[in-house]
């Protein structure tokens, strides 16, 4: 390893930087995750947003070679600060209705060789009220398909500035392993919707549960919708998405912590005193 490269990791991925180019080493599925990331940065091309473009495909390692871009924040940190301030934060907003934008883009738009149909997982079952899982199946046949991001969540989602103006970037379409599994998969759209209103539904660092203002929760989740259905030409079924918001901030919180304080911590993100999410 050269004085110019350095090593992190990124969910269930290394990374590997040098000046120029970032490594990335997967799991599994590195052909696969090239295809999606050639495919993703090709849609970004001509839809006003950027995605990082693969350079090479590594099989034998389970790597992929990407371009490295230029200095990005993730709008997670928007969010947070719309969270804590009363009048909430008007760049949020505006970066959450360009993200359902994109996302809608990503769900009309992408298109791989292979595929394998989504399931919910253990976890995301029992995270969801009896009369939820009574209701999953139905939603689950009424919902438009696509083949899904797989992890967006504000954490993928950063601001780059590009040329005279600034774009979102959208990193890591790759399983979560909490909620989806393949890079491949095609199912509800729900899924990916759902995973970036859980995040705003509550899944903030301890620090700041106490003072957050969830009231401005709303206006976050409305632009996110508002801005999906605008480019993908769907309507969410906003029950549905409430429906996998849960389940899927259940894996999650259960594919982290105990049981018990799991529980706990979907039934405080989801509590009606915190105000509307939908």
Known sequence: MTPETKNEARGNSELEFTAETVLKRYPSQAEVE???AKALWQIGQANG?????????RPASQEVLFERLPKSWSIRTDYLRHLTAPAGDPAAIR???????VLGVIHRDLTLATSHVWEPSPRFLAALPRS???KLPDAIRAAPMAFLHGDYGPENIEVTTHASDSRLTVFDASPNFFSTFRTDERGPIYVDVGHFVSVIAGL????????????NRLLLTQAFIEGYE???????????????????????????????MAFVATELTFSRHRGKLL
């Open 204 to 215: 903030v660092p301890l620090r700041l549960q106490l003072g957050a203002l969830w009231r």
């Open 34 to 36: 090239y295809a999606k």
């Open 230 to 260: 605008a480019s993908s030409g769907i309507t969410c079924n906003r029950s549905t998405v409430a429906i996998f918001a849960r389940g899927i901030a259940g894996a999650y919180l259960h594919s982290r912590y105990p049981a018990v």
């Open 132 to 134: 939820a899982r009574r």
């Open 49 to 57: 947003f950027v995605a990082p473009k693969p350079l090479e495909a």
């Open 95 to 101: 970066h959450c209705r360009e993200a359902g934008r």
